[in-house]
């Protein structure tokens, strides 16, 4: 039998809490309720007559966390019944069915903010299978919360145990952090919110989440597409682009600007920085009808672009020489026109798939998305540009749908999208887009690219909100003080789980050393300092797996920073960036170990220049008295250029 259960103890949470999580896990299993709603409390005031009430053991009811892990215990749930967890500031957005047929031992949910650390607010298990998490909590009443003795348990504690599923792996897209991923909206295909820390859900008053959680709300909006072309016919197109001649797509190592120019309504507002932008040396490529309008501005467009598959796209095909990027499931005639400059590419996750699995499996299939915007995307990154600027991604109507006419969206429905206060009128397909690109552009980032939308409209304004990562906000920094330096060779200096030292080899004729202790007890007074040496081990691990694919550019010196300064010779850096630890000697005694390094054009770095969240930290004292005074850039990054020393 399922057991859906949640833990109310104290105070902090009401009784309105719990039936809100209780009326969403009902509405959301489709296929009707397979079990039982289980609270586990210490007052059951309020509760709907539906929800099952569990009594909290007298001398656990001080502290909810406790009580959590009596989930854990046999006399909580009859052996081999299955368990599914929520925490109470839980927001459930879209089907459940899928968890409610989880399978596995135990499962939960992947920290979102420590790489390899694990979530309790989302699990998954079999009861009988996980009782050593209370054994071992119950026999040494060890400190901390609920996710550290169980995290420690699994990770640490028994070795042997496999390792915890994750369920964002086992469920990808399904469940998801409020504050990484939905403050501006619910990305399609989500079923769970989780909350963690502030705001939590009744902290929040407008938006989505007043409407979703509440008893009868709704659910996640998940706006469905009709293709404008039936599978039979773009089978057929695709088999007619397998007998052609033609070049097909192949990865490039093009790392120019590349501007990607749509048909919305505020392309006309921007046709100055496009035409600056390419006389800057840009590369443009121009979508659809959009090359026309550039076109007749006196702007000649380098590339075209087009996916849709019907006839009518025929009017969009250039006559002049340019190269033409056009998807193997475009109308055949529009293929042919597009003569000898032709490069083809197929579509990924359509219908088609299987048949180019069969008869063209070399090929290359571009993701990303499901229109010619979003493919565009992953075509300029397959080709080399990590520098992308987008013109004309409105995704909205403002008095019309394009800067220029255009027939073939003529007639559209049109829906009213609310975002962070703002409303836009949309067609169905410009909110798919709008999703696809809030899913798609941090992995772009996390990729190594430097990504403007420029205009005015849904995604323009999607992405103003979009604040990036700590890691990404580091790498954009870097990059920024990395422009024009050819074949850079540099040193991070404490490198955890190597997410900057994956972006930083992103740029592909940089060579980087990565050097951390990866010791337990060796970062400082940061978290780092307080985990296990299977921990480190681990994080030692994921640097290695996210750098493999630079090969010999990547070369991890797993020593302590001063020890690995010994092997790096004098004047061989173009750049050091130091991220150790932040005390005030060892932060001193790095840069006085790598200064040294930096040739005279080059420069030192580092993190954590006065971070107010970290007042103990030496690293502002450390570097002014070595270096002076410094330059300071986005997310507490510094810098001191070796010119300027005196």
Known sequence: ????????????????????????????????????????????TGLDPGIKVREVPKDLSDRGWWAKLYLFSKDAFPEGDRVLYFDLDTVITGPLDALAMCSVDFAMLRDVYRPGGLGSGVMAWEAGKCNFIWDDWRDRRLSGGDQEVIEL???????????????????????????????HGIPKNTSVVFFHGHPRPHEVIEGWVPEVWKVGGGSGTEFIVQANTDDATLHDHVRSALKLACQWLKGGTDTRTAVIVGGGPSLKENLFYIRGMQLSGAVVYALNNAYAYLKEHGIQADAHVMLDARWGNLDFVPADHCIKYYASQCHPAVLKAAGNDLVCWHAAMTCYQSLIEREHPQAISLGGGTTVGMKALSLAYLLGHRHLRLFGFDSCYADTHHAYPQRLNEGERVLEVSMAGEKFRCAPWMITQAEEFKEM??????????????????????????????????????????????????????????????????????TLYMVDSWKQGDGGDDFHANLSQTQQDYYLGATRAATAFAGERARILVKDSVEAAREVPDGSLDF???????????????????????????????????????????????????????????????????????
């Open 1 to 44: 039998m399922l057991n859906v259960a949640c833990v109310k103890v104290g105070t902090l949470y009401g009784a309105d809490y719990v039936n809100r999580l209780y009326d969403g896990v009902v509405r959301n299993l489709q296929a009707g309720f397979p079990g039982q709603f289980v609270c586990f409390t210490d007052d059951a």
């Open 441 to 510: 552009a941090p992995v772009l980032v996390s990729c190594g690219c430097v990504l403007r939308v420029y205009g005015e409209g849904l995604i323009p304004y999607l992405a103003s909100l979009m604040k990036p990562r700590d890691v990404d906000e580091r790498w954009i920094q870097l990059s920024t003080w990395l422009e024009g330096m050819e074949a850079p060779v540099g040193a991070e200096i404490g490198v955890f789980a190597g997410e900057l030292s994956c972006r930083l080899l992103q740029k592909p004729d940089l």
């Open 153 to 183: 348990a699994i990770l640490a504690e028994h070795p042997a145990w496999e390792t915890a599923a994750i369920l964002q792996d086992l469920y990808p897209g399904r469940l998801r952090s409020y504050k990484v991923d939905c403050r």
């Open 576 to 646: 050091v960036f130091i991220d150790a630890n932040h005390t005030y000697e060892a932060c001193r005694a790095d840069v006085l170990a790598w200064l040294p390094k930096v040739k005279h054009t080059g420069f030192i770095s580092g993190h954590d220049y006065e971070n107010p969240g970290y007042p103990t930290w030496g690293v502002k004292r450390a570097v002014e008295e070595v270096l002076g005074p410094v330059e300071v850039g986005a997310n507490y990054c510094w810098r001191k250029a070796i010119k300027d020393l005196s």
